[in-house]
């Protein structure tokens, strides 16, 4: 099971970076993905997941009602659409895979891939 993330970069508060994560190996479509981040000095931090077909969503409080998730099985790759963003949400952010999708289960991932920068700064 492999995992790319990309789309990361720098950008002025207030703005939206979208990321994108390709992943692929035997049914990787079968399975949930997650997000999370980590920031120099700071504890990893997991933000958000989507299950398999779509339908289970979660955002950590941090990121709810900025951030979106979504996914294009076809394509084997999941969104992060990241809106009004802030100097706290610089890190470095990788995708994972879940086994399922919930509040529970940001953290119980079985493989990611190498992260993204995103840097927020005026």
């Known amino acids: 099971f492999q995992l790319q993330a990309s789309g990361g970069g720098l950008v002025q508060p207030g703005g939206s970076l979208r990321l994108s994560c390709v992943h692929s190996?035997?049914?990787?479509?079968?399975?949930?993905i997650g997000w999370f981040r980590q920031a120099p000095g700071k504890e990893r931090e997991g933000i958000s997941c989507?299950?398999?077909?779509?339908?289970?969503?979660v955002y950590v409080d941090a990121v709810k009602g900025r951030f979106t998730i979504s996914r294009d099985n076809a394509k084997n790759t999941v969104y992060l659409q990241m809106n009004n963003l802030k100097p706290e949400d610089t890190a470095v952010y990788f995708c994972?895979?879940?086994?399922?999708?919930?509040?529970?289960?940001?953290?119980?991932?079985?493989?990611y891939g190498q992260g993204t920068q995103v840097t927020v700064s005026s």
């Open positions: 190996g035997e049914s990787s479509d079968y399975y949930a």
């Open positions: 989507i299950g398999s077909n779509g339908d289970d969503i």
């Open positions: 994972a895979a879940e086994t399922d999708c919930s509040p529970d289960t940001l953290y119980d991932y079985f493989a």
